[in-house]
């Protein structure tokens, strides 16, 4: 029903910058495929999947705790698409981030996921 499409991943160094990117597209057309809120998730090797940081329709946000004041989320609805401004790269923000949409009716579509790695 909803398609991911991620861009922007790479690799910097301690203190760089990255921008990611997410856009959506809704393959079926009905109220139930509205998206709701939009998210970047994070799984480093050996870790679990975690959130980074979140934003509804809305436009409230939230972030890990790790994240705050370095990281922002922003969220253009015109396009569906979700953006994430990462500042000030830690070497423990290498990752493969992963972009999250979820619908009114709570369908939950994950993207295919984006590389980012931060050497020191």
């Known amino acids: 029903q909803v398609q991911l499409v991620e861009s922007g991943g790479g690799s910097v160094q301690t203190g760089g910058s990255l921008r990611l990117s997410c856009a959506a597209f809704?393959?079926?057309?009905?109220?139930?495929?509205?998206?709701?809120?939009m998210a970047w998730y994070r799984q480093a090797p050996g870790k679990q999947r975690e959130l980074v940081a979140g934003v509804t329709t809305g436009s409230s946000t939230n972030y890990a705790d790790s994240v705050k004041g370095r990281f922002t989320i922003s969220r253009d609805n015109a396009k569906n698409t979700v953006y994430l401004q990462m500042n000030s790269l830690k070497p423990e923000d290498t990752a493969v981030y992963y972009c999250y949409a979820a619908t009114v009716a709570g369908s939950v579509t994950w993207g295919q996921g984006t590389q980012v790695t931060v050497s020191s």
């Open positions: 809704r393959i079926i057309f009905s109220d139930s495929t509205i998206i709701n809120t």
